[in-house]
């Protein structure tokens, strides 16, 4: 009799949380796993990304407790302040609301793909439903650590907390019968490092002889480094006249061309206005514009990496980075940043190079090291391949959350996956 779960996601279609979950919930099938999707932002891309896979959908709104370094509710904002007393306001009938959908449901277990829905997983313990958190964020310190040490206190609510590195297992200790570390996994279906990159650089309409320096910044790319890798790909530029800097998905907001007043108000308060504003900067002062090639959210980021001949991670924040494992699966050299997550997966100088924060100038010495290099660069690539390839397999990964079903739920028997 299969195992049915419930499966909480927060955000958009548009980020590495819910291709993990997707690449998890494939192999969870195997192992007689019955997942129901929940959109708690009722994101139809998301009801779309997991509809179109085959697996059965819903939505319930329940807004995120957003206190981790991809966003956080700053009290000098005031549209964060807002969004705060949006939560706080809404907490209460978002509780009932879940609590209607889980009763209407019943799912043997209900697995929240965030921490910041780790305050609604009192619900299913008041019905008696056991539930997992999935820690998929690195958690903010914040001013005084108030909410942190709140957040903390909701974990364990849960039955079970799953984090997908130990840097966020340790700013969240949890004891060892409660919490486990279960890397993400990487689809390496997908992830073909046979993919030519020629082929690839037509299909994106890049040139066949530059030197390419990918940087995928996801939905926060400034936390992710992008000004950093500006500077980098500009100091550079002089040394390679024929390098390119491959961005997928790079926002570039201007209020400017905004005519909606109250959007225009937001953008200019934004947090991103100062990003972009400096990204701006660079590009101008380097003259980058025509070495830059931005492209809108894709779904295919194993073209944007067989095209490129260097892969680069320079987050200024600590959080596990899905495009590593992901450039290790294509073959592809990383430079990154020595920091929280990071460096669990990259060791300097054998599986990848690993440079100060927010530090450009190292950045591009590191990138510089890499292309004048072939033999390095083909070493660093096949050694981060053999890595990946044994430690982050979607089938061990979805054995190891089957495993935790399993001792949730002792009188439903887990299948053990495909032989």
Request: glycine residues 6%; positive net charge.
């Amino acid at each position: 009799m299969p195992i049915r779960v419930l499966y909480f996601h927060h955000g958009s279609a548009r980020a590495g949380a819910p291709l993990s979950l997707l690449y998890l919930l494939r192999e969870l099938q195997k192992h007689d796993i019955e997942a129901t999707v929940c959109s708690t932002a009722e994101d139809t891309e998301v009801l779309r990304l997991f509809g179109d896979a085959g697996f059965a959908t819903t939505s319930c709104r329940l807004l995120p407790f957003a206190h981790t370094t991809g966003g956080t509710y700053a009290w000098y904002s005031p549209r964060d302040l807002y969004r705060f007393s949006q939560w706080t306001a809404d907490f209460r009938a978002a509780r009932q609301r879940l609590a209607a959908l889980l009763t209407a449901h019943r799912p043997d277990l209900v697995h929240f793909n965030s921490l910041v829905l780790a305050p609604y997983a009192r619900v299913p313990r008041s019905l008696g439903i056991p539930s997992v958190v999935h820690v998929r964020e690195s958690v903010c310190d914040g001013t005084f650590g108030l909410r942190k040490r709140w957040l903390h206190a909701q974990l364990h609510q849960a039955s079970r907390v799953i984090f997908i590195c130990r840097d966020n297992a340790d700013r969240l200790p949890i004891d060892a019968a409660h919490g486990s570390v279960i890397y993400n996994p990487v689809d390496f279906t997908k992830f073909d490092y046979r993919l030519e990159r020629s082929a690839a650089r037509d299909a994106l309409g890049l040139p066949l002889d530059a030197r390419i320096v990918l940087f995928a910044g996801g939905s926060v790319p400034w936390i992710k480094g992008a000004l950093e890798y500006l500077e980098a790909i500009g100091r550079l530029a002089e040394r390679y006249p024929n390098i390119l800097g491959l961005m997928p998905w790079f926002p570039l907001p201007d209020p400017r061309g905004e005519t909606n007043p109250l959007r225009k108000v937001r953008s200019l308060i934004s947090s991103c206005r100062y990003h972009a504003r400096m990204a701006r900067r660079l590009i101008a002062q380097y003259h980058l514009t025509p070495r830059l090639h931005l492209f809108p959210f894709r779904q295919d980021i194993e073209q944007f990496l067989a095209a490129s001949d260097l892969v680069c991670v320079p987050h200024r924040e600590p959080h596990f980075s899905r495009t590593i494992i992901e450039a290790a699966a294509m073959r592809r050299p990383v430079v990154a940043t020595r920091i929280g997550g990071i460096a669990e997966v990259v060791e300097d100088g054998v599986t990848g190079l690993l440079t100060p924060i927010g530090d450009p100038i190292a950045l591009a010495e590191a990138m510089a090291r890499v292309l004048d290099d072939p033999a390095l660069a083909a070493t660093l690539s096949q050694q981060s391949y053999d890595y990946v390839r044994h430690d982050f397999d979607a089938i061990h990964s979805a054995a190891s959350v089957a495993a935790v079903y399993q001792q949730l739920l002792p009188m439903k028997t887990v299948g053990c996956g495909a032989p």
